[in-house]
């Protein structure tokens, strides 16, 4: 069974760069039938899409977020990570990541890691 | 980009049946996946595709879709089914970019 694991610190600093890794057990990163996505969502509001990545290292991100986002893929140690730089209190939000599947017409998140909040302090 | 839209808020007596929509214009060309989430936990995948549900969702979850706007379907609504879902779709650039509805809170009376 697929699990993914998020791990990162809870706490950054105004205007320091958010660094987030999610742990793939159970199955490769290296499969050529699934991204790599990360979610976010602030306390009390809904899920916003971050951005993914496939495992060749080809990356895809929320045109919101483009500027201060950088998302790379570890193969070999079965990891994918998350760069959110110049971080303000709006990025204070629990961070997912989950596995997209695709196909022509849709697109589905499963599974998804269980989460871990990131809270940006002045 | 694209949006999806999606009432804040829904309630539905015990046993009956309910209906949360989820309306944007990527939805003319693709499949929406749809995700329950309960306080404190992680979104979980209850329907994707035309409507298929992956194993563990019950039937009484079901999902349609006309023109700009998605459905998902509870028939015989549960107390366990108390929760946030939540519509998404692929952009429609159709570039790899996703997006999700606002999410729909929904209540069991």
């Known amino acids: 069974q697929l699990q993914l694991q998020e791990s990162g610190p809870g706490l950054v600093k105004a205007s320091e760069t958010l660094s987030l890794t999610c742990t793939v057990s159970?199955?490769?990163?290296?499969?050529?039938?699934?991204?790599w996505d990360w979610i976010r969502q602030p306390p009390g509001k809904g899920l916003e899409w971050v951005g993914s990545?496939?495992?060749?290292?080809?990356?895809y991100y929320n045109p919101s977020l483009k500027s201060r986002v950088t998302i790379s893929v570890d193969t070999s140690k079965n990891q994918f990570s998350l760069k959110l730089s110049s971080v303000t209190a709006a990025d204070t939000a629990v961070y997912y990541c989950a596995r997209r599947t695709t196909t022509v017409t849709s697109d589905w998140f499963d599974p998804w890691g269980q989460g871990t909040l990131v809270t940006v302090s002045s | 980009s694209s949006e999806l839209t999606q009432d804040p808020a829904v309630s539905v007596a015990l046993g009956q049946t309910v209906r949360i929509t989820c309306q944007g214009d990527?939805?003319?060309?693709?499949?929406p996946s749809w995700y329950q989430q309960k306080p404190g936990q992680a979104p979980v995948l209850v329907i994707y595709?035309?409507?298929n549900r992956p194993l563990g969702i019950p039937d009484r979850f079901s999902g349609s879709n006309s023109g700009n706007t998605a459905s998902l379907t509870i028939t015989g609504a549960q107390a366990e089914d108390e929760a946030d879902y939540y519509c998404?779709?692929?952009?429609?650039?159709?570039?790899?970019?996703?997006?999700f509805g606002g999410g729909t809170k929904l209540t069991v009376l």
């Open positions: 595709g035309k409507n």
């Open positions: 159970g199955g490769s990163i290296s499969s050529s039938s699934y991204y």
């Open positions: 990545i496939y495992y060749t290292g080809s990356t």
């Open positions: 998404n779709s692929r952009d429609s650039s159709g570039n790899h970019l996703e997006v």
């Open positions: 990527s939805l003319r060309s693709y499949y």
